[in-house]
């Protein structure tokens, strides 16, 4: 039997010992970075991505030996830039989590080179391959585990907004948009910012969950699902689903001016907006399109999001409420005011009394 290798942190201790790091340091190049990664990691890549691509194609056409030959010279002339911009002025007992894509050559060569100039590194075992068996494994288990207060409320009632005042207040929240880079509809492109990637969604969605305390309820709103591009994992929401729910409500006209404040993007960017209104084509005709388009060049907007209001996103929401949220009974709402920080904060606080959450002191 051979000795456990003392620079190795085995994958089932990975979540007990994370945080007792310094740093993680993903050595990955840069684009499988980009795909997801541990949470808080940094890049020092040993193989850039055309550096990557090199190798691979040397691995394929001509050897394997050639392809570790010209790996290597490129992995120590990296390593040794990264020594050099990032590493000098830190002391002897910083410990650092180095990984890279399976636990192998790229994170090895790393980790021993830190050891043998006396720090205390540790390689991911399984590098990133064991971390996301990691994430899809909690994943899993906290569909088990948590219970969650579901808000619901058509299109522009400012359930985003009222879920981050009761998270203000102490309870717990997931925020599904906020984690998906996405406002959940077809104009819900953020401005400016991509979403992640599926893995790094779900990475961010464990990241959450990790933090939050399974005996305490989360208040969640009531999503598709799918926000934007992403799918939210079938166990997680189909407990979701099932959780208690309740209403916000607010008037059509509080609806539109909440609207227009979050979405002033689209009013100044209109032929974004009508790009994204296109997308309705195949429900509406282009008939309807041109005349969204007119009312958009005319700038009457408050007419317009009304009309949009009316004819797709609350007719979308009576319909798949019911069919989704077998907990949702209409007679359990609490009712918006206004589109004020005071109306908001107010509404919060009811519906964290009505659903009869204890908050801490």
Known sequence: MQPSNPHILRVDQFLSELDQFDLVIDVRSPAEFALDHIPGAVNYPVLD????????TLYKQESPFAAKKLGAALVSKNIATHLENHFLELPREWRPLIYCWRGGERSGAFTHILNRIGWKAKQLEGGYQGFRRTVIDGLDQAAGQFSFHV???????????????IGALGAQILDLEGLAVHRGSVLGNEPNEDQPSQKGFETALWNALRSLDPAKPVFVESESKKVGGLHVPDALMEKIRNGSCIELRSTTQTRVSWLIREYHHFLT??????RKL?????????????????AIDAGNFPELVEELLVKHYDPSYQSSIVRNFPQYRIENFVQLDDDSDEAFAIAAKAIVGKLGVQLAD
Do not use: P
Not at 151 to 165: H, N, Y
Not at 269 to 274: A, E, V, Y
Not at 284 to 293: D, E, F, L, P, R
């Open 49 to 56: 991505n055309e550096e990557r691509a090199k190798i691979g």
């Open 151 to 165: 808000i619901c409320g058509m299109t522009g009632s400012g359930k985003t907004r009222v879920l981050q005042e």
């Open 269 to 274: 960017d209109t032929d974004n907006f009508k």
């Open 278 to 294: 296109a997308l309705l084509t195949a429900h509406y005709g282009k008939v309807q399109i041109a005349k969204w388009n007119e």
